[in-house]
């Protein structure tokens, strides 16, 4: 009896071990099948091509028949170098080139420090009497008021040149924009060689303002645009130097008389959180038509400068801007009015970074911008570089446009771009100088 049960044991036990060794098959097969099916899986997701980006709006694609004209005009630009900082004081910022009444350049600019803001900034200043071909040392510029307590930080932010009088712009802190930010002007009637005491902005805008590049319009006003930061509504029945720092508001002074006087005009918002903060940093051109266009830097808000528009010569203006389609990654763009229809914006036409350096014009007041153009593609020091902050001036025969930025907040760099055929324009070339 038990040979009998040893026998059933084992015939039992081979039929187990042979079924174990057929699942063991099925299983290897069925995952061979699965790896098979995985990499085939893969192969055709990789060769599947992926989604392009989205062209560009229309209205912002470049023109290819401006393409000859774009390369032609880049073969003529010049540019120098007025100024390269050094640590512990490499700071370049707002760089801000003009022509005065006598015929020379003075480059005004945030310098002092390797930061900004910082109670090392101060007010810096290089000239040139040969267009741009040499420039004086840079020296520090006095605006009349002590490098200590609640003015030890100082920077300019524009300079106005309308008849023989210039009149620059400026503001003041103690250690950060956020504390006891003040902002100013004083002006000269000899071209910078003496000039006056300083005197505050009006109104409300003596406080935590900054003043932008201003706009003379076909009927001699002048529109100088500004940010300036209300901070919450929570906070309105503090002074305003303690709220807290946020709520930018957009506008405009204007001036008949020359610049002897100044009424405010809008309070241009970005976003209906009054927490927000950015800096604004606005423009201006004057249409056809005589309405004033505003664009407006929006860091944080979807990589687009906004656009505001005055339909009343820049009396009345919306209570929101909205979206462009024009990239930027947050960085001041500057709007140049080349006369009639023709606007040139210096900006980074990109939405992420502060590179490259471009040059737009439009020729149909600002719905579209044709002429595209690189003027600088990278930084001096490389690919992470920025360039920042492009601001200048339009030659009398509107052949160049001459500008300053700061490469990457060390270096000032003066560039003159040669101007397409404008309409309108004069056709003599000889009051600029050719490219050295």
């Given at each position: 009896m038990d040979d009998g049960e040893g026998k059933k044991g084992k015939f039992a036990?081979?039929?187990?071990?042979?079924?174990?060794?057929?699942?063991?098959?099925?299983?290897?097969?069925?995952?061979?099948?699965?790896m098979v099916a995985a990499l085939l899986g893969a192969a055709c997701y990789a060769a599947e091509p992926a989604t392009p980006p989205a062209p560009p709006p229309r209205e912002i694609r470049p023109d290819t028949q401006w393409a000859a004209q774009a390369a032609a005009d880049a073969k003529q630009d010049f540019k120098s170098i007025p100024y390269d900082g050094v640590t512990p004081n490499k700071m370049v910022c707002d760089t801000t080139l003009r022509e005065l009444p006598d015929g020379s350049w003075i480059l005004f600019m945030l310098a002092g420090g390797n930061t900004e803001p910082s109670p090392l900034n101060y007010t810096g200043v290089t000239r040139s009497c040969d267009r741009g071909k040499t420039w004086s040392p840079l020296e520090r510029f006095d605006v009349g008021f002590p490098r200590e307590g609640k003015t030890i930080g100082q920077g300019p932010t524009e300079l106005?040149?309308?008849?023989?009088?210039?009149?620059?712009?400026?503001?003041?802190?103690?250690?950060?924009?956020?504390?006891?930010?003040?902002?100013?002007?004083?002006?000269?009637?000899?071209s910078f060689k003496t000039w006056s005491k300083p005197e505050p902005l009006p109104g409300r805008l003596q406080n935590r303002t900054f003043s932008r590049p201003h706009l003379v319009t076909r009927d001699g006003r002048i529109l100088l645009p500004f940010q300036h930061y209300i901070g919450p509504e929570s906070d309105q029945s503090k002074p305003p130097l303690e709220r807290k720092f946020t709520n930018p508001r957009n506008g405009v002074l204007m001036s008949s008389d020359g610049g002897q006087s100044w009424t405010e005009y809008g309070n241009i918002r970005l976003t209906t959180n009054d927490h927000y903060f950015g800096w604004a940093e606005n423009t201006l051109a004057e249409l056809a038509d005589g309405r004033i266009a505003m664009l407006i830097r929006a860091d944080k808000l979807g990589g687009v400068l906004y656009y505001a528009e005055s339909k009343d010569g820049g009396r009345t203006w919306p209570e929101?801007?909205?979206?462009?389609?024009?990239?930027?990654?947050g960085s001041k763009a500057t709007l140049v009015h080349l006369g009639g229809s023709a606007v040139?914006?210096?900006?980074?036409?990109?939405?992420?970074?502060?590179?490259?350096?471009?040059?737009?014009?439009?020729f149909d007041g600002m719905q579209s911008w044709p002429y595209q153009r690189v003027l600088q593609q990278e930084s001096c020091d490389g690919p992470k570089g920025n360039m920042?902050?492009?601001?200048?001036?339009?030659?009398?025969?509107?052949?160049?446009?001459?500008?300053?930025?700061?490469?990457n907040r060390h270096r000032a760099v003066h560039y003159s771009a040669k101007l397409p055929p404008l309409p309108g324009a004069a056709t003599d070339k000889t009051a600029e100088p050719a490219k050295p």
């Open positions: 036990r081979r039929r187990v071990l042979r079924r174990g060794a057929q699942r063991k098959v099925i299983m290897r097969n069925y995952a061979n099948r699965l106005l040149v309308r008849g023989g009088r210039a009149t620059l712009f400026f503001s003041t802190h103690s250690k950060h924009w956020a504390n006891d930010w003040r902002s100013w002007c004083l002006h000269s009637d000899d929101f801007a909205v979206k462009s389609d024009i990239p930027n990654p040139a914006l210096l900006h980074n036409p990109n939405g992420k970074r502060r590179t490259p350096l471009a040059l737009w014009i439009s920042n902050y492009p601001d200048g001036f339009v030659s009398a025969d509107q052949q160049w446009l001459h500008l300053a930025f700061d490469d």
